[in-house]
């Protein structure tokens, strides 16, 4: 069965166009409540939200659509994503909610689902709930005396803070560090700088004044370079950029120079291996992680693991073989020690941690290897599918023939948007980067005629 709602993290689109709009929403969770309603006990659901202003209607949305399902729902308003998967399970609800678009724009919107373990669901249960989505919603309803009932409940954001503290040793202290961190006018723009000042650092914070519309505007993971700006006025040791739902992180080092999820995940890596607590002899990425981390990592006798893209599959694998670490490139960092997703505090947190037992400054404490030359480029599409063009299949054929193993080729569809991403990367620059413009001259020639 075709996905007609979710994508790779959710269901996600712009505010008030299908599928993001109230009745998908309230059908969501109706369908999702009725999913996940099992047995004789007073069903649950947690819903956080980031700072969109969108989240209000659909936030209420969701309400009617659980409560009509007869679960009882605890709306813990503005909070990160890991946030909500830590509170699922902690609060031992049947189903965690979250509405964010993550690092997109305020336009934006998504629901993200968690089952009661704080893992997102599998495809299985997405297909599931899709087909109650557009089923005759009069047989999902509770009876009337049955109807659950919402209520907002205070605390979580203390339960969160001491969460994140708790991921560190106890002799831990970030005194001394001064911080920058930048918010993205997003969901942890209260909880991050809190913790990090209780553990003793410096903290200089902006990208904490949301106002429904400047969520990842000019700052955030996805702008950096307002970071490296704002770290070099107030002599920041290290900037900490998180994106709107506070589930990824990007670093910026005492020089202003931007360190990826691929860096984090080698400094994470190879400490842990060191002290004897990484598990599976190695970490899980995805197929846009850069071959110098796994270079790296095998020069330390350490795997990588490859999925396809989306930190739900890189958390799949983790947990099937046996993984505690992996992420994404983008900066979703997930350690299944502490947490069941990516969580950018607790990242940010164990760099940290680095830094002060190296007690040498982040450029030299996170720049593990030389990353071997990637460029990525997409293509904008409107239908169609013009990756089973013949002319693009050849195409790709004769580029990968070029790059042999030396190098590696990743065309795929965008899971949140409608882009074809054309990614190469080899030891030579310039092979990389004519190859990639050659594809997307030829998918866009492709695009054009359909």
Not at 139 to 150: H, K
Request: charged share 25%.
């Amino acid at each position: 069965m075709s996905r007609q709602y979710f994508g790779t993290d959710g269901i996600r689109g712009k505010s008030n166009t299908f599928p993001m709009t109230p009745d998908v929403a309230m059908r969501v969770g109706l369908a999702a409540g009725r999913v996940f309603r099992r047995g004789d006990h007073r069903h649950r659901v947690v819903i956080g939200k980031d700072t969109r202003l969108s989240g209000y209607m659909l936030e209420n949305a969701l309400v009617a659509g659980f409560t009509a399902a007869g679960m009882d729902v605890f709306l813990l308003g503005p909070i990160p994503t890991p946030a909500v998967a830590m509170l699922t399970r902690s609060l031992r609800s049947d189903i965690g909610v979250m509405i964010s678009a993550s690092h997109n724009p305020f336009e934006d919107n998504g629901i993200k689902l968690f089952g009661p373990d704080g893992y997102k669901l599998s495809d299985e249960l997405e297909l599931r709930i899709e087909r109650l989505v557009d089923a005759n919603m009069a047989d999902l309803l509770a009876s009337s005396p049955n109807i659950g009932r919402a209520k907002r409940i205070d605390g979580v954001h203390d339960r969160y803070i001491e969460f994140a503290k708790r991921t560190l040793p106890r002799n831990v202290s970030l005194d001394g560090l001064r911080v920058a961190i930048d918010c993205a006018n997003g969901a942890a723009y209260k909880v991050a700088p809190a913790a990090l000042w209780e553990l003793g650092a410096e903290v200089v914070t902006f990208g904490n004044e949301p106002n429904g519309h400047n969520i990842n505007l000019n700052c955030g993971s996805t702008h950096p370079v307002t970071l490296a700006k704002k770290v070099h006025e107030v002599r920041a040791d290290i900037g900490i950029a998180l994106d709107g739902d506070a589930d990824r992180v990007l670093i910026v080092d005492e020089k202003g120079t931007v360190i990826d999820g691929d860096q984090l995940m080698a400094v994470i890596a190879e400490s842990w291996a060191g002290d004897g607590r990484l598990s599976g002899n190695g970490i899980v990425a995805t197929v846009m992680s850069n071959l110098g981390l796994e270079r790296f990592l095998s020069e330390r006798d350490l795997a990588l693991a490859r999925t396809k893209v989306g930190d739900r599959y890189v958390v799949e694998h983790m947990r099937a073989n046996g993984f505690n670490v992996g992420g994404e490139q983008s900066g979703h960092i997930v350690m299944s020690d502490f947490a069941t997703t990516g969580d950018g505090l607790v990242a940010a947190l164990q760099i940290l941690a680095c830094v002060k037992r190296m007690d040498r400054p982040v450029s030299d404490v996170c720049r593990r290897f030389e990353p071997v030359p990637q460029v990525l480029k997409n293509v904008r599409i409107s239908g169609g599918k013009p990756l089973e063009d013949k002319h693009v299949k050849q195409a790709v054929e004769a580029a990968e023939d070029e790059l042999g193993s030396s190098g590696r080729l990743v065309i795929r569809p965008s899971g949140t948007e409608p882009l074809i991403r054309v990614m190469a990367e080899g030891d030579d620059q310039g092979k990389v980067e004519r190859i990639v413009d050659q594809l997307v001259s030829v998918i866009s020639d492709v695009r054009s005629a359909a």
